[in-house]
């Protein structure tokens, strides 16, 4: 009995900005890691950002550091990814993922959970 669901994609020109959110029915989520990835068309998924059980632990790959930030609701099991100055590389379909632990993993191994995804679209 796990759902995520993301949301908060759309269209977007380039130095725009998007909040996504992804709303957890899981049992024990403030327990579990999550992360955020993103696949475009015809390529691997990648990790975007993750944050650890509590909050207090972040990662962010290198092609959105200082312009994305993920926070997360414990009481409301909920994540969020923000996404500032995006960029067209950006444009991708954007998965919310729930950790087999608390701490933060960076592939897609370490995850056991997963949405359907929200696009994301940003033109030039």
């Known amino acids: 009995q796990v759902q995520l669901v993301e949301s908060g994609g759309g269209l977007v020109q380039a130095g725009g900005s998007l909040r996504l959110s992804c709303a957890a029915s899981l049992r024990g989520f403030s327990g579990y890691a999550m992360g955020w990835f993103r696949q475009a068309p015809g390529k691997d998924r990648d990790i975007v950002s993750t944050?650890?059980?509590?909050?207090?632990?972040?990662y962010y790959a290198d092609s959105v550091k200082g312009r994305f930030t993920i926070s997360r609701d414990n009481a409301n099991k909920t994540v969020y990814l923000q996404m500032n100055h995006l960029k067209p590389d950006d444009t991708a379909v954007y998965y919310c993922?729930?950790?087999?632990?608390?701490?933060?993993?960076?592939?897609?191994?370490?995850?056991?959970?997963w949405g359907q995804g929200t696009q994301v679209t940003v033109s030039s």
């Open positions: 993922a729930k950790a087999k632990y608390g701490s933060i993993p960076l592939y897609p191994y370490d995850y056991d959970y």
């Open positions: 944050i650890n059980f509590s909050g207090s632990n972040t």
